[in-house]
């Protein structure tokens, strides 16, 4: 496989409504629509179900005994889908989906966009589109979307995250959820069905944090960077090795593709907000889902660099990194506003300043 997305031998186990053209969506079963349950499990190739069984092994004495963990097999062929413990407690595929009709149901006008699984299968995704809670920074759009994901190994909890994605260039930012941090998460215990039973009520606000969100990205719209502000931000997140003889070029290259994609403000697009937090918000983010290097580990074989940087960007370290952007530009540009940090100037193409660079240790 050139991909991540679990094939059972006939079929890549995922399914897009509509076209799409991203990394991800040139994979799977494309159809019109997934309106329930029972129609996204079965165009995801997903209509299969996983058992626990109880491990043994044979003691020094020769004895066969009982162990603490379990394996997760999958129906369908008897595949090892990954070891657990004794408090782990299997949720069907069936039961993850029918969990997600409920945001449906909370969402009014929302659908089906994606799902499928990763790897061995053990891994499971399922994407709601939600117009409803769609913002916009001007003409700038964002979409909303509602991203379930589980695995059946132990390897991640329940989770419900909400993401926007620009139109323009198609890049990520997850949103906090009202009362839940970042994501929804629920583990895999008895008190699972407990919990997502409440999640129910939680998304009936979904609207109410992408107003948040959009809220909160205006302001930024609102803020012009400094070289001062602007140096702060970039050390925070991208800080320089404090070994004195260490190499520095890949956080010069880093730095470099950030401050380009804030000095083009994808292209010119949306001339209102160069300058600005904004602006900066969207190169780091930009960079974050495009150009970031991502690792190939084991449990990434057969990804491309392309698969595995999108990986990180919704639920890695690159998602992190654009959650502590978010945080860290309002904070830092927040306070430069209260002590009347001048605002008038500011810094647009950062790469022609030889003082700003100094100031961020970047040769030139």
Known sequence: MAHNIYNDGTKDCMFVVGKREDAWHQLGQRCNEAATWEQAVTLAGLDWKVLKQRNYARNP?????ETESYTIFRDSDNAQLGYVGPDFTVKQNEDCFRFVDTLLEANGGSHYDSAGALGNGAKIWCSVRVPKADISIGDDEHESYLIFTTAHDSSMAHTVALVTIRVVCQNTLRSALSGAGEMFRV??????????????DLMQGVTMDAQHLQEKLKLLASR???RESMVQVLNRLFPAPKEVDANTTRRENVLTEVLNLYASNDKGAFPEIQGSAYNLLNAVTEYTDHFRSARITDGRKGMTV??????????GTGDRLKTNALAVIDEVTEAAQSVHVPFDSPIISPMDDAQFLKALGIRF
């Open 61 to 65: 004495a020769g004895a066969v005994v």
């Open 187 to 200: 583990k895999h215990t008895k008190q699972a069905d407990v919990r997502l039973g409440k999640a129910k």
């Open 224 to 226: 012009k960077m400094t």
């Open 306 to 315: 392309e698969q595995a940087r999108a990986e990180n960007a919704v639920s």
